[in-house]
């Protein structure tokens, strides 16, 4: 992946592994060339295709957050064991950002277990999300974490019906779904468009690390996302003295 000019993002979730498991994972991944992990704690399980499939929740996210930091920090596993040539993970977690009656205070917790980025909730409504970046610019968020705000391509008016009613925190305003339905059999070629204005508008906000474009199960609109955006190719990084 990182000879293509891109870099895996390994997702982690308490969910599905306990402590042990989780190690296993996070040291595992290092070996293999990952250098990116995102801590997650896991859709409910009754709301996938193994509804009776047993959760685990052995560790809090923000645990398992501290679980990489302290392996980044000192080599030491949750045993106090310590380990030769640690893993050093850029360590990122999940945010709701305009979910109703949304508090710093759980991404605050990421942060200060030591969280480095956060990956956003998709963003159709970029007023809304604008007063959040407001609010977590003042309380020096934005300083603390590199922010990725996530989007999505809504290739028909059902799709972007359903994210407004069926995902959590995710605000599709009245004028998306209007346009998606006006555009009849091109409405994927509309909802490109309206995805790749969302990125445009979200690159002008003061603070914001990236964008984090997201598939929902077809990746040709990705594409054409990424490459009108102007997202690709990366920016090259600052060479170190």
Same mark, same amino acid.
């Given at each position: ?12 979730? @308490?969910? #599905? ?9 996070? &040291? ?5 060339g990952?250098?990116?992990?995102l @801590? ?6 009754? $709301? ?6 047993? *959760?685990?929740?052995? %560790?809090?996210?923000?645990? &398992?957050? /501290?679980l990489?930091?302290? &392996? ?14 640690p ?7 999940? !945010?709701?950002? %305009? ?5 710093? #205070?759980?991404?605050e ?9 956060? *990956?956003?909730? $998709?963003? =159709?409504?970029? !007023? ?15 300083e603390?974490?590199?922010?990725? +705000? ?8 059902? +799709? ?8 959590? /925190?995710?605000?599709?305003? !009245? ?8 555009? /009849?059999?091109?409405?994927? #070629?509309? /909802?490109?468009?309206?995805? +790749?204005?969302?990125?445009?508008? &979200?690159?002008?906000?003061?603070g $914001? ?5 997201m598939? %929902?199960?077809?990746?040709?609109? +990705?594409?054409?996302? $990424?490459?009108?955006?102007?997202? =690709? ?9």
């Amino acid at each position: 992946m990182s000879a293509a000019g891109v870099e895996p993002v390994l997702q982690l979730t @308490c969910r #599905d592994r306990n402590r042990l498991g989780l190690t296993a994972d996070l &040291l595992g991944s290092w070996a293999l060339g990952a250098r990116n992990i995102l @801590c997650l704690s896991g859709d409910p399980a009754v $709301i996938g295709d193994h509804p009776n499939a047993k *959760q685990v929740f052995d %560790l809090s996210v923000t645990e &398992l957050v /501290g679980l990489a930091a302290s &392996l980044r920090a000192e080599g030491r596993l949750l045993s106090g064991a310590v380990i030769e040539a640690p893993p050093r993970f850029f360590i990122g977690v999940a !945010d709701v950002p %305009l979910a109703p009656r949304y508090q710093f #205070d759980r991404l605050e917790h990421k942060a200060d277990a030591g969280a480095d980025f956060v *990956q956003t909730q $998709i963003v =159709f409504d970029v !007023d809304a999300f604008q007063s959040w970046a407001e609010q977590a610019r003042a309380r020096g968020i934005l300083e603390r974490l590199f922010v990725l +705000v996530g989007v999505a391509v809504p290739r028909a008016a059902r +799709v972007a019906r359903y994210m407004r009613e069926h995902l959590p /925190g995710v605000v599709v305003p !009245d004028r998306v779904i209007t346009l998606l339905e006006e555009a /009849g059999p091109q409405a994927e #070629d509309e /909802g490109v468009r309206l995805t +790749v204005e969302v990125v445009a508008r &979200l690159k002008a906000i003061q603070g $914001i690390a990236g964008i984090h474009v997201m598939g %929902l199960g077809s990746m040709e609109p +990705v594409r054409r996302v $990424i490459e009108a955006s102007g997202l =690709f190719p990366r920016p090259a990084s600052a060479a170190v003295a």
